[in-house]
């Protein structure tokens, strides 16, 4: 009779704490599906706020692609950008016509020197096929330099068109070297490596100001901006 008089009240101690514990987890149950839940309260959406905040700030990033830079725009050099954009795509689709129409040229006499003269001796550290980088080297200039002529994607493709004359330039300046620059002269004028450095620049310069006012590109920013 001791034993079960010390023992009662701690067994009765113990069922009201199961029988509050259950009551709590009940009303936790039912809490977390009312409105006034954690799910539905204002920390959770000011928690979920800056993940919509930065898919909001990423849109800006897309007319971005598209738009002349402020600058160049407001500073009046649009009117020389234009024809500049304009005469270097069209030499550059002239550039890249021999192979950018059809299938590169494969297995014609010029796209296997190409391959067996350019691409191996010099650029063997590319993975993959030889002929590969050659043919995209061909569709890089005919199609990069119409995009750019026509004012589309003038940024991406000018940045495509930037590489292709930076791996030019490092052709030429491995293969014939400085030629004597700045003042010395060359055999029967053969200055190999100029005038890719020219073109690099040109499109390195486009990649950073857009297209101009008189392209697709522009058209294309102004309906983001209407918006």
């Given amino acids: 009779p001791l034993v079960a008089r010390c023992l009662c009240p701690i067994a009765e101690c113990k069922m009201r704490s199961f029988r509050a514990l259950a009551v709590l987890a009940s009303a936790s149950s039912a809490n977390a599906l009312s409105p006034g839940s954690v799910l539905h309260s204002p920390l959770r959406r000011r928690q979920s706020a800056p993940v919509c905040a930065e898919e909001r700030s990423a849109l800006p990033l897309l007319p971005a692609i598209f738009s002349t830079d402020a600058a160049v725009a407001e500073s009046g050099l649009d009117s020389?950008?234009?024809?500049?954009?304009?005469?270097?795509?069209?030499?550059?689709?002239?550039?890249?016509?021999?192979?950018?129409?059809?299938?590169?040229?494969?297995?014609?006499?010029?796209?296997?020197?190409?391959?067996d003269f350019i691409i191996k001796p010099y650029f063997g550290f590319l993975p993959g096929d030889p002929a590969l980088w050659s043919a995209l080297h061909d569709y890089a200039e005919f199609w990069g330099g119409l995009l750019v002529a026509i004012g589309l994607l003038t940024r991406p493709a000018s940045l495509l068109l930037f590489a292709t004359m930076a791996c030019a330039v490092y052709f030429h300046l491995a293969s014939t070297g400085l030629q004597g620059f700045p003042l010395g002269h060359v055999e029967n004028y053969s200055y190999n490596f100029e005038e890719p450095v020219l073109y690099a620049l040109i499109f390195w310069l486009l990649s950073k100001t857009g297209a101009g006012s008189i392209s697709i590109d522009e058209k294309i920013a102004q309906a983001f901006d209407a918006e």
Avoid: C, D, Y
């Fill in 80 to 115: 020389a950008l234009v024809p500049l954009r304009i005469a270097a795509g069209v030499l550059m689709i002239h550039h890249g016509s021999e192979g950018g129409l059809g299938p590169a040229n494969f297995g014609t006499p010029g796209f296997e020197g190409f391959v």
